[in-house]
């Protein structure tokens, strides 16, 4: 008698891994927080957007904007930051808006702890910030545990490269717009080198005194572009000036020669696009209807004069 041919069972679909770069940078004048787009499952990558701002009243006097974005199970993320803006969304007060932030972490999790399996329950790590009229703070929470950064943090599976390349360029001093192009850059790196991190770059700023919210793409784009091209012509020079050996006047002009391909060519390129960009954009938004915008330097949209809300 031949035996029964063995069943083969189905196999269980792969789950979304924690492949993925997140960021966040404080600085003087606001916050900025970035993420790749990259998601994988099992052989399949896609792109799906990591990064999610909200705001309310910026233009009041009791303005609220947050941004998250998120490493790990991303239902659970979506339904961590859902909860969490809804939440807040009616209160004002900085401490009032991060204890809500950080209350509604830690009973999400105790929700879900409650129906999964002991040790199944998904978990996942966000970076965030919140900006009140009271200022500004950067958190990040690994699992129901929410800590307040200082200065940076990052996680995923590329935040090593995130950390040494952050420890070596930031400081307390830095402005908004160095902290973006730093958070550009170090998502072009490690999109780069890291497999599994990758797709488009996402950045985000909460700032003091102007509108909140994502960067323009195609300001992001030229952005990196800029910063891919000028690290090598920077790569040459640092070895360039550690060669000893190397006549100081040969020095001096090679030195020159790189920093007026970095001016003449690649910050002029840069700011033709991002001028081309802006008037595209403008004209665009002028046959909608309205008079011609002018953007800031983020590339965003000034706010209208502050108002009262009544608050």
């Known amino acids: 008698m031949n035996p029964k041919p063995l069943v083969k069972l189905p196999k269980r679909l792969p789950e979304r891994q924690a492949v993925t770069i997140i960021a966040g940078f404080r600085c003087a004048d606001g916050i900025v927080v970035c993420s790749d787009t990259q998601e994988t499952s099992g052989p399949a990558k896609r792109d799906v957007p990591k990064l999610r701002c909200e705001a309310r009243g910026l233009a009041t006097d009791t303005p609220l904007a947050v941004a998250f974005c998120g490493s790990g199970y991303g239902p659970l993320i979506d339904k961590l930051v859902d909860e969490a803006w809804k939440n807040i969304e009616p209160l004002a007060a900085m401490d009032e808006v991060c204890a809500e932030i950080e209350t509604t972490i830690k009973k999400m999790y105790q929700e879900y702890g409650r129906i999964y399996q002991r040790g199944q329950c998904p978990t996942a790590e966000l970076i965030y910030g919140v900006k009140t009229a009271d200022g500004h703070k950067l958190f990040s929470a690994n699992g129901p545990i929410v800590n307040e950064r200082p200065e940076y943090y990052s996680s995923g599976q590329g935040y090593y490269l995130a950390d040494f390349l952050t ?19 170090v998502l072009f790196q490690v999109k780069e080198n890291v497999e599994g991190c990758g797709g488009e770059s996402h950045i985000a700023i909460l700032r003091d005194d102007g509108d909140c919210g994502l960067l323009p793409n195609d300001r992001i784009n030229v952005l990196t572009k800029l910063l891919e091209s000028a690290d090598s012509d920077l790569g040459r020079l640092l070895l360039d000036v550690a060669d000893l050996q190397m006549a100081d006047d040969k020095l001096l ?18 700011k033709e696009e991002i001028a081309l960009n802006e008037e595209m954009e403008a004209l665009w938004l002028k046959e909608e209807g309205g008079e011609l915008p002018t953007f800031d330097s983020f590339g965003m949209l000034p706010l209208p004069k502050k108002e009262s809300d009544g608050k």
């Open 167 to 185: 420890s070596r360029m930031f400081t307390k001093y830095l402005s908004l717009q160095q902290c973006v192009i730093l958070a550009a850059y």
């Open 253 to 270: 002009s090679r030195a020159t020669s790189n920093l007026k391909l970095l001016h003449f060519h690649y910050r002029k390129k840069a």
